[in-house]
């Protein structure tokens, strides 16, 4: 059984930044992939960032790179999410996220979810 749990959102000023936490509660063996998406309100979820197993690999979403990192701690069973230079319209609900199988951008090959943090950005 996996249970994922986000931590770090907040309320920030536009420019300013956030690092979101994810903790996993593996129950599984293999390797597995990590990814963050989000949903803003009246809007579908969309995908934000996707990190492979070993870390080597990452995948953005075009509104995410070269301001927001992903990466991950396997040891610690950790993903992280770090965000820079935040917009109004980064505003959402963000939510970590992990299949059975490999990182991908897709959300219907993620079998497991967290509950979401509130990411708030003021302007």
């Known amino acids: 059984q996996v249970h994922l749990t986000e931590s770090g959102g907040g309320l920030v000023q536009t420019g300013g930044s956030l690092s979101l936490s994810c903790a996993a509660s593996?129950?599984?063996?293999?390797?597995?992939?990590m990814a963050w998406f989000r949903q803003a309100p009246g809007e579908e979820r969309e995908f934000v960032a996707a990190?492979?197993?070993?870390?080597?690999?990452?995948y953005y979403a075009p509104f995410a790179r070269g301001r927001f990192t992903i990466s991950r701690d396997n040891d610690k069973k950790m993903a992280f999410l770090q965000m820079y230079e935040l917009k109004p319209e980064d505003t959402a609900v963000y939510y970590c996220?992990?299949?059975?199988?490999?990182?991908?951008?897709?959300?219907?090959?993620?079998?497991?979810w967290g509950q979401g943090t509130q990411v708030t950005v003021s302007s």
């Open positions: 996220a992990s299949p059975d199988g490999g990182a991908t951008m897709n959300d219907d090959d993620y079998e497991y």
């Open positions: 593996i129950g599984r063996a293999g390797s597995y992939g």
């Open positions: 990190i492979t197993w070993s870390g080597f690999t990452t």
